[in-house]
């Protein structure tokens, strides 16, 4: 063989190698941008799923909170009317109290040092229930409202107003801001 035609082999030689070689590239080359495509979604999906659960943790973090803040309210207004029903039986005791003193100041027999004590006692017991909240509802003379008052009769009356409370049979109590007992009274008609 000549020279020129063992250079014209080299060169189709070289032209054969260098063909596949390019197609390498060109494969190697689609591969990587296949592949970075897919990394791209992917990454793209785990952006989207990361931003779902860290809406997920702030949503369950103020839910926490809520429940936290609605626990802590139902606690002290637990504690607040805890003894209400302790109070309820006490009122008795104050309206047995009331009675006794009243009966005793109506009968020209009884012992003016007896009803003294009962009266200090009485005193005394709406002291304990004043330093717990319970107030008596003012009802005598007042314009009656069926939330704080229990009309248990009608009379009619010139001296007051129709709808107005003329007797006070047994004392209403509130417990803070909440009703324990309606005052029972007699309304005008």
Same mark, same amino acid.
Do not use: C, W
């Given at each position: 063989?000549?020279?020129?035609?063992?250079?014209?082999?080299?060169?189709?030689?070289?032209?054969?190698?260098?063909?596949?070689? &390019?197609?390498?590239?060109?494969?190697?080359?689609?591969? @990587?941008?296949?592949?970075? $495509?897919?990394?791209?979604?992917?990454?793209?999906?785990?952006? %989207?799923?990361?931003?779902?659960?860290?809406?997920?943790?702030?949503?369950?973090?103020?839910?926490?909170?809520?429940?936290?803040?609605?626990?802590?309210?139902?606690? #002290?207004?637990?504690?607040?009317?805890?003894?209400? @029903?302790?109070?309820? $039986?006490?009122?008795?005791?104050? #309206?047995?109290?009331?009675? &006794?003193?009243?009966?005793?100041?109506?009968?020209?027999?009884?012992?003016?040092?007896?009803?003294?004590?009962?009266?200090?006692?009485?005193?005394?017991?709406?002291?304990?229930? #004043?330093?717990?909240?319970?107030?008596?509802?003012?009802?005598?003379?007042?314009?009656?409202?069926?939330?704080?008052?229990? &009309?248990?009769? %009608? $009379?009619?009356?010139?001296?007051?107003?129709? %709808?107005?409370?003329?007797?006070?049979? %047994?004392?209403?109590?509130?417990?803070? #801001?909440?009703?324990?007992?309606?005052?029972?009274?007699?309304?005008?008609?």
């Amino acid at each position: 063989m000549t020279d020129k035609a063992i250079k014209q082999a080299e060169t189709a030689d070289m032209d054969t190698t260098a063909e596949p070689k &390019a197609d390498t590239d060109k494969i190697e080359k689609k591969k @990587s941008s296949v592949l970075i $495509e897919e990394l791209k979604t992917k990454l793209e999906e785990k952006e %989207q799923e990361a931003k779902e659960n860290y809406d997920r943790f702030l949503r369950n973090a103020a839910e926490l909170e809520n429940y936290k803040k609605r626990t802590a309210r139902q606690m #002290d207004e637990f504690r607040k009317y805890a003894n209400d @029903s302790l109070i309820m $039986e006490l009122l008795t005791v104050v #309206d047995n109290l009331e009675r &006794a003193i009243q009966s005793s100041l109506d009968d020209e027999n009884s012992n003016a040092s007896v009803v003294e004590g009962v009266q200090m006692t009485l005193d005394e017991i709406l002291k304990i229930l #004043d330093k717990f909240g319970v107030k008596p509802i003012a009802a005598l003379e007042q314009a009656f409202d069926p939330v704080f008052h229990q &009309a248990v009769m %009608q $009379e009619e009356s010139n001296d007051s107003p129709a %709808q107005t409370v003329t007797k006070e049979l %047994q004392k209403g109590y509130l417990l803070h #801001d909440r009703l324990l007992r309606p005052a029972m009274v007699v309304v005008s008609k």
